[in-house]
């Protein structure tokens, strides 16, 4: 297989007219300020993606092709367009430092859909979806299934771990183009998503607040455990 491209939490390899993404056993935070070795992270991330890719499906394209076992996918190659969606049905993280009123878990009153421009330099600022246009990353109509996409995955996504009684806060989502047709892309793992389960992060946000990869990793068990038991049960 030919590298294409390495990321921090990923690699990219060409293989037959589709991509592998493999996930790595590390962890950053802070733009890739903080990193760390997680043994076992990538093999977790990977499979939570791919069931979780798989589940929301139904009501958005993705780029999934299959899981490749331990720690990498099947995708479809994909022109990614260079901004983060972020979905937001509580307040948390970024939101909190720009609007200062806000409490922390403060319930919204109807889910936030943000568009950030992908840039750790820049540390991905917030944009208006209009800029996104006006920047010639996609058209009107294109951002606004966009919207609607991001909308529709986070709200399936959070109904499903609400079977279980957790907080589902928010989720960033990224975009791209397969034959002209816009498809979810990149993962859906504890890495870009908040869930909150008897008070306990399931998800990254452990390793922002206390640096320890060993328990990130625990914690991302539990996550595919739980993901596990309520595919299983739905």
């Not at 139904?58 to 490749?68: G, S």
């Not at 990498?72 to 909190?96: D, H, Q």
């Not at 389960?197 to 625990?218: I, P, S």
Request: aromatic share 8%; charged share 30%.
């Amino acid at each position: 297989m030919e590298l294409v491209y390495e990321g921090k939490a990923k690699r990219m390899y060409k293989s037959s007219g589709l991509y592998v993404m493999e996930f790595k056993d590390e962890v950053t935070a802070g733009d890739g300020a903080v990193r760390a070795t997680a043994p076992g992270k990538g093999a977790l991330a990977a499979e939570t993606s791919y069931l979780l890719f798989r589940y929301v499906s139904p009501a958005v394209q993705t780029h999934l092709v299959d899981f490749k076992p331990p720690n990498a996918l099947v995708v479809k190659p994909a022109e990614v367009l260079p901004v983060e969606v972020i979905v937001r049905f509580k307040a948390y993280g970024s939101i909190l430092k720009r609007m200062p009123r806000l409490r922390p878990l403060q319930p919204l009153i109807r889910p936030l859909v943000e568009f950030h421009y992908k840039d750790d330099a820049l540390h991905d600022p917030l944009i208006y979806p209009q800029e996104v246009a006006e920047a010639g990353i996609a058209s009107d109509a294109e951002v606004a299934e966009i919207e609607r996409a991001a909308l529709a995955a986070a709200m399936a996504l959070r109904d499903l771990y609400a079977r279980a009684d957790c907080d589902f806060v928010d989720v960033k989502l990224e975009f791209g183009k397969v034959g002209g047709r816009l498809v979810l892309v990149d993962e859906i793992s504890g890495d870009t998503f908040r869930l909150l389960c008897n008070g306990e992060h399931l998800d990254k946000e452990y390793f922002r607040k206390t640096r320890d990869a060993t328990g990130l990793v625990e914690r991302y068990k539990k996550l595919l455990e739980l993901t596990k038991s309520l595919l299983q049960n739905s």
